[in-house]
């Protein structure tokens, strides 16, 4: 088992900054895939940034530019420093994870708990 403990997050105006830390703990083997999902109210959940355990990292077209993800193997530890928000970036923020122990076979997803992100004047 694996759990996500997020940080950050807040209300801040356009053209501000945030950052985001997530640090997992728990049992388990290996992790790969670590990043940032986020949910709008009424609308799906969407991925924003995953950074893999070697650094490749994927973003989505709508943050590309604006936000840096990072990761730190040795401590488990995910962060993402978001730049230029808009208020269209309000949402909850979700850190993920791809985990397994040394028995699985396949990885399993893990999820934080969510932590709010407002931009608004």
């Known amino acids: 088992q694996v759990q996500l403990v997020e940080s950050g997050g807040g209300l801040v105006q356009p053209g501000g900054s945030l950052r985001l830390s997530c640090a997992a703990s728990g049992t388990y083997f290996n992790i790969n895939g670590m990043g940032w999902y986020r949910q709008a109210a009424g609308k799906q959940r969407e991925l924003v940034a995953e950074?893999?355990?070697?650094?490749?990292?994927n973003y989505a077209d709508s943050v590309k530019g604006r936000f840096t993800i990072a990761r730190d193997n040795a401590r488990n530890t995910v962060s993402m420093e978001m730049n230029g928000l808009k208020p269209e970036d309000s949402a909850v923020y979700y850190c993920?994870?791809?985990?397994?122990?040394?028995?699985?076979?396949?990885?399993?997803?893990?999820w934080g708990q969510g932590t709010q992100v407002t931009v608004s004047p």
């Open positions: 993920h994870a791809y985990a397994k122990s040394e028995t699985q076979r396949s990885y399993s997803l893990y």
């Open positions: 950074i893999a355990s070697r650094g490749s990292a």
